[in-house]
């Protein structure tokens, strides 16, 4: 089993900068493509950015040139650093993970969420 433990998340003016941490936990073997996504109230889940094990990286175009995803492989934690935030960036980011536990049973797991508010 892995669990995926968000932090950073907060209140902040448009303009200013977050950086979202994902810790995973638990009995994992490796862990390959790591991920955030976002959902606002109302709408559907959308991919932010992602991440593979080889540092090769995915953003949703609304976010090119604001955000950053980066990974520590040797801790197990995917960031996700946001710079010149906007209100429509509001909703609650979760993050993802595609981990081979230690069991040999490779699986999709979802972080709990963390909010992130910016206010105009």
């Known amino acids: 089993q892995v669990q995926l433990v968000e932090s950073g998340g907060g209140l902040v003016q448009a303009g200013g900068s977050l950086r979202l941490s994902c810790a995973a936990s638990?009995?994992?073997?490796?862990?390959?493509?790591m991920g955030w996504y976002r959902q606002a109230p109302g709408e559907q889940r959308e991919l932010v950015a992602s991440?593979?094990?080889?540092?090769?990286?995915n953003y949703a175009d609304s976010v090119k040139g604001r955000f950053t995803i980066s990974r520590d492989n040797a801790k197990n934690t995917v960031y996700l650093q946001m710079n010149s935030l906007k209100p429509e960036d509001t909703a609650v980011y979760y993050c993802?993970?595609?981990?081979?536990?230690?069991?040999?049973?490779?699986?999709?797991?979802w972080g709990q969420g963390t909010q992130v508010t910016v206010s105009s």
């Open positions: 993802d993970a595609d981990a081979l536990a230690t069991s040999r049973s490779r699986a999709h797991y």
């Open positions: 991440i593979t094990s080889g540092g090769s990286t």
């Open positions: 638990g009995s994992i073997f490796s862990i390959d493509a």
